[in-house]
Every structure is written in C-alpha cells, then in structure tokens.
C-alpha cells in the first residue's frame, strides 16, 4: 500500500506522537508497505533520522498570521523554512489561550477555515506525488482535513486517537464546546478511528458520538532494540520519571513523594532521577519543584536529566528500581510505561486513565490512588522494600511487553485496518 501520514512536528522537543508515529511509519515500511510520513506545523522531532523528502505543510508561522489576519496577501514561501519554524517553535507559550481555541476552532473546520490556503497546497503536493492508498491523521485534531482530502484524493482517511481531550477541555469557552461540537462534526468525514487503548477509544467514542465499529484499538509499541534489563538492582535504588517535565504529567506529585519517603527513611539510600522533555514554558514549574527538594533537604539526591536523547533512554531506565508518571489527567496510553517494562523496571502509577489496563495486560506495575502524594509514596515503598516482588513484576512486564507491544505488532494490527478499508 501507498500510505500518507500527516504528523504535527514540535521543532524542538521529543513528543509523544511523534515518536510513535515514526516508528509506526518505519515499521510498515520494513512491511514492505510505501508509507510516507508528512511534517505539519513545524518540523519533526524523533529519536532517528526521518527518511523522505516531504515539506512542512501548514508551516506554523503561516497558520497562525492567516488566523490574526485572514486579508494578507499571498504568505512568501520562505515562512516554511525549517530553520525559521524551528526558531518559531521555542516561542511556545507566548500565544494566548484564547488565540489557541480560534486557532484549534478555524483548523476543524478545514475548507471552511481560515488556512483553506495551506490545504489546496497540501493536497497539490499529493496530488505531484504517487497516488496513495490511504491517508493516515496523527490526531483527531486533523479531522478538519478529511472531508477535502477525501474529495480530492478519493482515498479512505484513518484518524489515530492520542489525547485530544486534554488539550480541547483545556480551551476557554465559547472555544472549548464550539471546538467538541466542530469535530464530533468532521468525523463524519473519517472512515475509522484506532485508538492506543480500550479506555480511550470508550472515551473518545462517546464524547464525538461514534460507533463502535468505526473506532479499532490498537495498542502503540516501540522499538524494542537496546532495552534490555540490569545485570543487577541498581545500588543505591531509584525512582525514575520519564516523561514531559511539568504538571500535567505529575511530576510535583512525585517530589512531593519522594519528599516523603525520605522523611521516613525506610528505603535506604533512595534517589530521584528525572529525565524528558523540557520547554521554555517549563521552566518555573522546574525552578518550584527544584526549591522543595531544597527546603526538604534532598535536592542533592535528585538529578535532572532533561531532552534525553534515545541511545541513552535505556541505560536511564536501568539505573532506576520502580519508575513513576503520576499524571493528573486520564492518559490515553503512556509510551514511558512500555518504555520501562521493556527494560524490566516495575512502574507505580495512578489509578485511572489507560494505566490500569496497560497494568492489568503486562501485570508490570501497581497502582494507586490519583494525585496523592502519601498513597504514591505507599505504593512505591511496598514495592522497593520488597526486591523480589519488584523483579518479578518487572520481569513479567518485560515478557508482556515483547510478546504484545512491539513496533513489530503495532505496526501489523495497523496494517490489518487498513487492509479492511
């Protein structure tokens, strides 16, 4: 198959859907499949080189001048310069909230938004390339696209599914409804969902109203090459964090846990590591968490390991006993969970979201209850005082995990969607 995928680049940070959208895209290719991934926004961020000779459509400085100022004249072509979008790209942050609902609203709507410019560029780029088969949105976000695409290519559109709740409920009103009612509209233009989990695609079905036919779960996978487990426990043990460095995700959460286990000094020689993705944005919420492991006088057994690169992912979770994102949100995956069990490191995580059904299906971790500090300290503790519990439910994660979450198996359930379109 000729299969397109249009993934939303970050210029500058390691992102979630990215990386599981290459390796996605690298593994059908090794399927023998012709799949050709397509940067949006901004440039592409991933732990390998992307392959391809595809632009950067709906370049992010574009879309946004012909949101704030929709009778400009032609955009000049050099906007979409990599370099320029990259420098655009450390300016996260500096939009309003209100500027991020029109813009989000104007995207959903496609051809009748204000980038109908940027969609007939895209699709005469399509259009000079050979056919495809299918067209493959990253997000549901993109669901604006389809109904133009689909016109103009007439080609089948799959959408993925990869937290698009969080971001829309987080939009001010009139933006946020208006937004939830945009896209329950355009997926009528899409001819099927796969979701990373049972929990999101439940989700997801009922806030957009669709089917359950239209909507196939597909678990995401990794690449399981260099995650290989300890030789041994690390000495002294550690609690790890992966994933972006901010609230959301949790971290204040576990400071405030690990604070607390220090303070009871039941497991030994406890340090913290952290380690992801920061952005300017970031950094006063870093600067916080930073002075209350001072005030707690730990701050010297906690290091920061920010914009980790791949070939060192690995070795990071090695060096750590149990590993823990405590988010405050419902995730609709997690990668960092794979990630961990992969190398045998236990995970503690919160009860909700798709943490208890990646738990239940690898039986690679515990849960506990959601932003609490105390019942996460609990639960890390029952699992570090207990060395051969903690191997064993890592070990067991490890097997699930090679036997149910590789790039390998992702990549071959994907392949069966599409084949049944």
Request: aromatic share 6%.
């Amino acid at each position: 198959m000729r299969i397109v995928h249009l993934t939303p680049g970050t210029g500058n940070f390691f992102c979630g859907s990215c990386l599981r959208d290459h390796a996605l895209v690298m593994a059908l290719r090794r399927r023998g499949h012709d799949a050709l991934m397509v940067p949006l926004y901004l440039p592409l961020v991933t732990e390998e080189p992307v392959s391809g000779d595809a632009p950067i459509f709906y370049g992010g400085i574009s879309v946004y001048l012909e949101q704030k100022f929709p009778r400009l004249a032609k955009l000049p072509g050099w906007l979409n310069s990599p370099t320029l979008l990259r420098w655009a790209s450390n300016l996260v942050g500096m939009t309003s909230a209100s500027d991020h609902g029109e813009l989000t609203l104007s995207m959903l709507r496609g051809e009748e938004g204000r980038q109908a410019v940027e969609m007939e560029k895209l699709i005469g780029w399509l259009r000079s390339q050979p056919a495809p088969d299918v067209i493959c949105l990253s997000n549901a976000l993109l669901a604006g696209l389809s109904r133009r695409l689909k016109a103009a290519l007439r080609v089948p559109v799959v959408c993925s599914l990869q937290g698009e709740d969080s971001f829309l409920d987080s939009l001010p009103e009139p933006h946020r409804r208006q937004c939830w009612e945009t896209l329950a509209a355009r997926c009528a233009d899409v001819d099927r969902f796969i979701a990373p989990s049972h929990y999101y695609g439940d989700l997801m079905r009922w806030r957009l109203g669709l089917t359950p036919e239209r909507v196939s779960v597909v678990h995401n996978g990794i690449a399981l090459d260099g995650f290989e487990p300890a030789a041994a426990p690390p000495q002294p043990p550690a609690i790890g964090y992966l994933a972006r460095l901010c609230r959301v995700k949790g971290l204040d959460t576990l400071v405030d846990a690990f604070i607390e286990l220090k303070r009871r000094d039941r497991v030994t020689g406890l340090r913290l590591r952290v380690a992801g993705t920061k952005t300017r944005v970031d950094e006063p919420f870093i600067r916080e968490q930073q002075r209350k492991l001072r005030a707690a006088g730990v701050a010297e057994l906690a290091e920061w390991l920010p914009d980790l690169p791949r070939e060192v992912k690995p070795a990071f979770l090695r060096s750590l006993s149990a590993l823990s994102v405590p988010a405050a949100y419902g995730e609709s995956f997690g990668l960092y969970v794979i990630e961990a069990l992969a190398c045998g490191v236990p995970v503690v995580q919160p009860r909700h979201g798709a943490f208890p059904e990646l738990v239940e299906k690898t039986g690679g971790g515990v849960l506990c209850a959601p932003g609490d500090a105390k019942a996460l300290a609990d639960a890390i503790e029952s699992l570090l005082l207990d060395p051969a519990k903690a191997f064993a439910v890592g070990q067991q994660g490890r097997e699930a995990v090679a036997l149910d979450f590789s790039v390998e198996r992702m990549a071959q359930k994907v392949e069966d969607v599409l084949h049944g379109l």
